[in-house]
């Protein structure tokens, strides 16, 4: 039986942010993947995190960011076991009616996809959703959409997520955004607040 605790990054003790840390490094290596963030940084950046256990295991997590609308899912790692990868799949498949928010790529993009995950098709409602014109003159965002995107091939994503600093393009993000409910009312503004 498994296991899900929401919790603020400020309630977690260093041990498991040690376990987690780890988690996130083993399995962003694992696929390729840029680490972004050191240990100091790891906490702060994301304030809210989903952790999943088994039998007293940390069998992955989620870490979200809340915006006004949505709670936008940034960061996911497991223990690369069988069990883990299904536990995160199905906690997020189970999030995307409850408010929560993913921008997936390549694999985790397929995977989703493949379980038929609802996806959000309008520029402008992307833009809003993740709050795009929020942001400073040095810091900019672009969403470029995909005319041709397929959601049933693999390697097709939706958008081009461009990231601008100081006027020029700092990296490009090929992705998706998931999500079936995203104009939320929340019942009260911490890390376990609720959808209505």
């Known amino acids: ?3 899900n605790i929401i919790c603020s990054s400020d309630d977690i003790n260093n041990e498991i942010k ?24 790891f906490m702060f950046i994301y304030p809210c995190n989903l952790i999943i256990i088994i039998n007293k295991k940390i069998k992955g997590f989620i870490m979200f960011q809340k915006r006004k609308k949505i709670n936008k899912i940034s960061l996911i790692a497991h223990d690369n076991t069988d069990d883990g ?53 040095n810091f900019q965002q672009e969403i470029k959409i995909n005319k041709y995107f397929d959601y049933n091939d693999k390697l097709s994503n939706h958008y081009n997520h461009i990231y601008i ?23 009260n503004d911490t890390c376990h607040r609720i959808c209505i």
């Open 18 to 41: 040690e376990i987690l840390y780890k988690m996130y490094i083993d399995t962003y290596k694992r696929n390729n993947l840029e680490i972004w963030f050191n240990r100091k940084e």
């Open 85 to 137: 990868k299904k536990l995160i799949i199905n906690t997020i498949l189970k999030s995307l009616n409850k408010g929560f928010v993913i921008e997936a790529s390549g694999a985790l993009s397929w995977v989703l996809r493949k379980k038929k995950a609802p996806y959000i098709k309008n520029k402008k409602l992307i833009e809003n959703i993740l709050e795009l014109k929020n942001h400073d003159n």
């Open 1 to 3: 039986m498994s296991e």
């Open 165 to 187: 600093c100081n006027q020029k393009i700092d990296h490009i993000n090929n992705v998706t955004l998931f999500g079936s409910n995203y104009n939320c009312k929340w019942t």
